[in-house]
């Protein structure tokens, strides 16, 4: 299959639009990372979803609509979604709400719950728009890479397997949305994202954060969310995360690099200067720019051929806790404290 990569233009926003009634899969930018859409009520069209990605059937889909209206009879909302919605849609809130017959259980991998999200990106929510369909969404990355952030890593993941990329530019945020549980009594944050369980506390009146959140799976423990049970944002080199001063993290990465034959460090801007000579990527100095440069930094430090990275993580609280999931994650949770 030939896969083009365009600009998102009128006429190209118009072509993706037709390709999704008709039950293709088309990659498109969010405000987070960019999706791998299909339409969320055609079975066929969510099998390609889970093809095109190799994604084991088992990790269900996001889906995303282009304002709250095209919810009605696909899950229940409840006030408090209707609060959260009021305060972060669109944007990169994420809510896990029970599902109803309609949707098709492929894209909800049989669970009785869905995810629902709508993003603020313009050229998602235009296609959204004109598509006039719920869009069953994953990240556009093949199973088990990084979320792509850019429309090349898209193209790097996805050629010949989808007819169409629309160019919107990076993405923003950079890590996927916080998801949300909301079929309980507390809501409770499965992965978290940009929007922060304080922030959702601060709109429901509380919220709890999932402890498997910075930790791995114990065996046989079962995954509050699927995608969780899987290998997730790994780059093809080791991985180690060290948290503490900038001074006590480069002299424990200085030693650990120099005795290593093929490192590579990711640091924060300010500490840079501290490793002298050695290879350094740039994450930014506060933990949303970290979240920004994360996944484009792990390709690029493995096209770079490096098989070690050594990298500077943040005290994974408040607005930290979303890159500091991924970068555990990343490094199969070698979490140094220094
Ligand atoms: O920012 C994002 O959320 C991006 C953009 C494209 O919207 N999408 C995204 O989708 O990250 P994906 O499929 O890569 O991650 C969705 C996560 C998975 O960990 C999945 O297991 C979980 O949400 N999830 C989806 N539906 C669920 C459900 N019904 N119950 C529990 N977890 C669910
Ligand atoms: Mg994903």
Redesign the pocket.
Known sequence: METLCVPAQEQTLRQAAELLRQGQVVAFP?E????LGANALDEAAVRAIFAAKERPAD????V?VADRSQLKGLCEVTETAEKLMDAFWPG?L?M?LKKTERLPAVT?AG?P???V?C?RHPVALALLRQCGLPIA???ANRSGRP?PTTAQHVYEDMVGRIPMILDGGSCQVGV??T?ADLTGEIPCV??PGAVTAEDIAAVAGACRVADSVMRPLKEGEAAP????RHRHYAPKAKMTVYIGSDQAVAKAICNRYDEAENAAILAHTSAIPLFGSRRVFDLGDTPEEGARLLFQRLREMDEAGRGLILAQGWKPEGKALAVMNRMARAAAFDLVQV
């Open positions: 969010t987070t990372v960019y999706g990790n269900p889909l996001i995303h990169p994420t896990l909800t669970l719950s869905v995810a999200r993003p969404a994953p990240s979320s996927e949305s998801v499965l992965r969310s699927p995608g969780m």
